[in-house]
């Protein structure tokens, strides 16, 4: 199989968690003149890997037809069409895999590639959660280079309710960024991987920049600090990106240490202290809570949740997406019996215990218990 990019060059990936400075990283390396990108293709993180579809469109019966309209009616950014944002019909990606063999790596590829590319190009896909698809990405580019740009979880985890699609609740945020590390933690490693801190990178640009592009084998040059050439790779549907070609801001380096609560920075530290210790970060309290696993109900936004911060911390428990052997089901008003069928399901099941926290109800009760003050 052949994994090097249409210009000859093993492609690049970078991964992270949203507001970590991916779209930040890209703007510097897709001004350089041997790399070029594009928006966020969502890709893996969309395609339905190990789906029905999927599995019928990569049959060589099938191929590509099925495979182009999957990709038409799955892959969207912010409401948006990833083919679109990359100005590519159906018909264009139907006639690019029609040249290859069926593959995941062939459909990535034909968003992806541009023509008439000289041999010295290589091209650049940026999609923070496909952080959690490294070995996805192995698999399909093994000749990849691929670079996670991280950022301080306390201030991560502030920053992303800013998000339209986000909750607004800043501990859940946490735990959701923090299972994202937790989950690949093995694949931290290999002469393809690299990890860039977010805090060096706006505090001393060239000299990571340097480092990065000796990573990836591409010369260094200075105008790369303008970002020139990296318009494509936002989108009018991401409003929030407006300000990445502005002067680069290191105020919002450390903003937690004077905008978090004591009460918040407890247990945001307690969701995600074992992550902010491996990437070096240090954190400021003993870590002896207990996670909890939450279940989030259907079209649960978890909007409220962190208005029992200080009943969490008197119990000494903490949030976690990562499975543990206890689970928390957030109780909100109307959703009683939606919490009562996960519960149900998650006892009879997953044969787990289960703690609420929100609403009372004597028949949540008879199912598990709930988590009240004890400050």
């Known amino acids: 199989m052949n994994n090097i990019g249409i210009g000859g060059k093993a492609p690049l990936f970078v991964v992270g968690t949203p507001r970590s400075g991916s779209t930040l990283l890209t703007s510097f390396l897709a001004s350089h003149p041997n790399i070029y990108s594009g928006a966020e293709t969502q890709f893996f993180n969309k395609i339905g890997l190990n789906s029905c579809e999927l599995n019928e469109a990569l049959k060589t019966e099938n191929w590509p037809h099925k495979a182009a309209l999957l990709m038409k009616n799955r892959l969207t950014l912010s409401d948006q069409s990833v083919l679109e944002l990359y ?7 139907e006639t690019a895999l029609s040249k290859k063999e069926p593959s995941l790596k062939a459909m990535l590829e034909s968003i992806v590639e541009r023509e008439n590319t000289n041999s010295q190009s290589r091209w ?21 280079k691929i670079i996670l740009i991280h950022r301080d979880l306390r201030d991560s985890a502030v920053s992303i309710p800013k998000l339209p699609w986000a909750s607004n609740s800043v501990i859940e945020n946490a735990a959701l960024i923090s299972s994202w590390f937790v989950q ?9 991987f690299l990890t860039v801190s ?3 990178l706006v505090t001393d640009s060239e000299t990571i920049l340097k480092k990065v592009f000796e990573f990836i084998g591409e010369e260094f040059d200075r105008s790369i600090l303008l970002r020139s050439n990296a318009a494509d790779i936002t989108s009018e549907g991401e409003p ?9 801001d290191a105020s919002s380096v450390g903003r937690w240490k004077t905008s978090m609560p004591p009460n918040l920075l407890k247990q945001i530290e ?13 954190i400021t309290s003993q870590l002896d809570f207990e996670c909890l696993q939450i279940k989030k109900l259907r079209g649960q936004k978890l909007n409220h949740l962190d208005d029992y911060i200080g009943i969490l911390n008197s119990n000494k428990k903490a949030l976690s997406y990562v499975d543990q052997s206890h689970s928390l089901i957030f109780v909100e008003r109307k959703k009683v019996f939606r ?8 006892k009879l099941v997953e044969k787990k215990r289960i703690h609420f926290i929100g609403k009372n109800s004597l028949i949540l009760k008879l199912i598990g218990s709930y988590i009240h003050d004890k400050s």
């Open 240 to 248: 929030w990106k407006r300000d990445i070609f502005g002067k680069i």
């Open 87 to 93: 100005k590519k019909s159906s018909g264009d990606i």
């Open 124 to 144: 650049l896909e940026k999609t923070p959660n496909h952080l959690k698809h490294l070995k996805d990405i192995r698999k399909e580019f093994p000749s990849a």
């Open 198 to 200: 977010y805090e060096k």
């Open 270 to 282: 307690e969701i995600t202290g074992g992550v902010l210790i491996k990437l070096g970060y240090e």
């Open 339 to 346: 919490a009562l069928a996960v519960a149900i399901k998650i």
């Open 184 to 192: 690949v933690d093995d694949e931290f490693n290999g002469p393809d």
